[in-house]
T-cell receptor, first 114, second 116 residues
Framework: DAGVIQSPRHEVTEMGQEVTLRCKPI?????LFWYRQTMMRGLELLIY????????DSGMPEDRFSAKMPNASFSTLKIQPSEPRDSAVYFC????????????FGQGTRLTVV | AQSVTQPDIHITVSEGASLELRCNYS??????LFWYVQSPGQGLQLLLK??????LVQGIKGFEAEFKRSQSSFNLRKPSVHWSDAAEYFC??????????????FGSGTQLTVLP
């Protein structure tokens, strides 16, 4: 299994631009999570999906952030417009329906907004 | 609300020395407990997990952790640290299967430095 795949690995963009982060979860996993990691706030859960349906988006910081999961094998996290304080590493993770609540993480996308 | 506390932001040990990383949690009931490791520029990798049963759990890379219900703790240990263990370590808690609740709550992490 290839694991959770995120793209791009690095993104540098100018303030005000739209940014789209992509994630392909592990095949067969029913849960998908988006986390953000910063030095100041550590790992924060932004939103998670179950069977492509958003379950909890209370961690999404502002309306500038949106996430979609159009099918079981693809999710996007969009920031529009981006701001320098959005600079962080964004992780996608997935988890199977049964068994434990263990999450499998992707390599992350390092976003820099200048 | 659930929370995870890792009181040590940074720990330095010499190669070959023993290691213990502390983790305390606050949760409504006994949660699932996890330790993850993050190497620079990488994602989080699961080291070990506790669900039930034996309170001493073994993980990968020679790590183990002990669940102590009375202390709400889940400390990570390794008897002899290797230079390749230098990384950041995260303790996390997750709900026992309950509806669709699945999110993990992470501690702030402990950065481990290993001296030669």
């Amino acid at each position: 299994d290839a694991g959770v795949i995120q793209s791009p690995r690095h993104e540098v963009t100018e303030m005000g631009q739209e940014v789209t982060l992509r994630c392909k979860p592990i095949s067969g996993h029913d849960y998908l999570f988006w986390y953000r990691q910063t030095m100041m706030r550590g790992l924060e859960l932004l939103i998670y999906f179950n069977n492509n349906v958003p379950i909890d988006d209370s961690g999404m910081p502002e309306d500038r952030f949106s996430a979609k999961m159009p099918n079981a094998s693809f999710s996007t996290l969009k920031i529009q417009p981006s701001e320098p304080r959005d600079s962080a590493v964004y992780f996608c993770a997935s988890s199977p329906q049964g068994g434990s609540t263990e999450a499998f993480f992707g390599q992350g996308t390092r976003l820099t907004v200048v | 609300a659930q929370s995870v506390t890792q009181p040590d932001i940074h720990i330095t040990v010499s190669e070959g020395a023993s290691l213990e990383l502390r983790c305390n949690y606050s949760y409504g009931a006994t949660p699932y407990l996890f330790w993850y490791v993050q190497s620079p520029g990488q994602g989080l990798q699961l080291l070990l997990k506790y669900f039930s049963g034996d309170t001493l759990v073994q993980g990968i890379k020679g790590f183990e952790a002990e669940f102590k219900r009375s202390q709400s703790s889940f400390n990570l240990r390794k008897p002899s640290v290797h230079w390749s263990d230098a990384a950041e370590y995260f303790c996390a808690v997750g709900p026992r299967l309950s509806g669709s609740a699945r999110q993990l709550t992470f501690g702030s992490g402990t950065q481990l430095t290993v001296l030669p």
